[in-house]
């Protein structure tokens, strides 16, 4: 996280000056408690935002600042604010939040909203618009999920002047809130408000997509050869997404297959550096007094290359595990004793170690977890 972190349309670490974000919550205070730091903090930097509610506050006869109460014209001035919305009754939520998104041009929508309804119609109106959705989330209820930390530090006075402004939902004694009504969230104020990054649906494929479009009725066309169709439901239909012979996807195929190469091809290069190893890990080279281990030295380094190699460029389990089946396999099978009672592994301090190190390399490379891959600067702040 850069150090001045805001919302943005790849992440939450941009530079605000040119955001143009839209909070989602249920009513007026919300948007102190859950957001109010992130708000404070985006206007701090310049950005727009707008502020729109599920519903009006107490004394609200209006949707916008002419007609809001005293107590939400203070919270949102404290933040910075001087533009927020009421989603309008009896219309469709998600038309609605998506008709604040065009109108604003925004960036990012954020949805503090804990409503069932209102935060699915936020997010059906930021897909359809294609918007970057991040939902507000303490770190209690995203337990084994990334989340984005914003540092508020900065402007918790501001948070807790919006909190201050709503005496009939909480009151403020420092840092700690205190619910007036049961159901409220209350407690201690802290430097920082987290979130987290909602994923956008999968692209729908173009063939499906043309076959949609042919299949829906045009605005005038003849009912009768509109009825003629084939209906999304009829089996008889190749582009039905539920047609029980659609064959499975080519791309799960490939992959399979690739892994299945990779492993042996993986499979046949332990073996060639498992008997490699062995025939040479008895070599050494002697420098006066001193007698060093080339042999084995050069064999284990080789055999290392070649798994963590493997685990950091293709990170998979199954191709390195395959290499360690024909590596140790080999230099196990190399070390019996042969009809003829020669002995390519002989006892040793060197053919110990080399029947146990490649083993030890193999089983820290398998265990070692997955790191996460890192992003590029591009979603990153400045």
């Known amino acids: 996280m850069s150090a001045n972190p805001t919302l ?6 941009m530079s605000g000056s040119a955001e143009r974000i839209v909070f989602v919550h ?3 205070g919300d948007e102190a408690w859950f957001t109010g730091g992130t708000i404070a903090r985006l206007r701090g ?6 502020v729109l509610f599920g519903a009006r506050a107490p004394g609200d006869t209006g949707d916008s600042t002419s007609g809001a109460s005293s107590d939400v014209r203070a919270a949102l001035s404290a933040l910075g604010v001087s533009g927020w919305r009421v989603l309008p009754p009896s219309t469709d939520p998600a038309a609605a939040v998506r008709a604040v998104l065009d109108e604003v041009r925004a960036t990012a ?5 804990r409503s069932e309804l209102l935060q699915a119609a936020a997010v059906d109106a930021a897909h359809a618009s294609r918007v970057p959705v991040f939902v507000s989330r303490g770190v209690t209820e995203a337990i084994g999920q990334r989340i984005v930390a914003i540092d508020v530090s900065d402007h918790i006075e501001q948070k807790l002047a919006a909190l201050s402004a709503y005496p009939d939902r909480w009151t403020v004694d420092g840092r700690v809130v205190t619910a007036v009504r049961p159901g409220d969230p209350a407690g201690s104020v802290t430097g920082t408000e987290t979130y987290l990054r909602a994923t956008p649906p999968p692209a729908a494929p173009a063939g499906r997509a043309a076959a949609s479009a042919v299949q829906a009725p045009q605005p005038g066309a003849d009912p009768e050869g509109a009825a003629k169709q084939p209906s999304p439901a009829d089996p008889t239909d190749p582009a039905d997404p539920t047609d029980p012979a659609d064959p499975a ?3 799960a195929f490939a992959t399979g ?5 990779a492993s042996l091809f993986a499979l046949a290069a332990g073996v060639v550096f498992g008997v490699l190893g062995t025939v040479a890990h008895q070599a050494t080279l002697v420098l006066g007094p001193v007698t060093l281990p080339v042999g084995l030295i050069l064999a284990t ?3 290392s290359a070649l798994l963590v190699g493997l685990r950091l460029v293709l990170d998979d389990r199954v191709v390195v595990l395959a290499c360690t089946i024909g590596l140790v396999g080999s230099i196990f099978l190399l070390s019996l004793k042969s009809t003829g009672g020669s002995v390519l592994v002989p006892a040793g301090l060197a053919g110990t170690l080399w029947t146990v190190l490649p083993t030890l390399v193999a089983s820290l490379v398998l265990a070692w977890p997955r790191l996460p891959q890192r992003r590029g600067r591009s979603g990153q702040g400045a």
Not at 8 to 13: A, D, K
Not at 257 to 261: E, F, N, T, W
Request: no cysteine; glycine share 12%; aromatic share 0%.
């Open 8 to 13: 943005g349309s790849s992440s939450m670490v």
């Open 26 to 28: 249920d009513r007026p």
């Open 45 to 50: 930097d310049d950005a727009g935002v707008v």
């Open 109 to 113: 929508i954020v949805i503090g909203a």
């Open 249 to 251: 996807p080519a791309g």
């Open 257 to 261: 297959a690739l892994r299945a190469v």
């Open 301 to 303: 380094l080789a055999a």
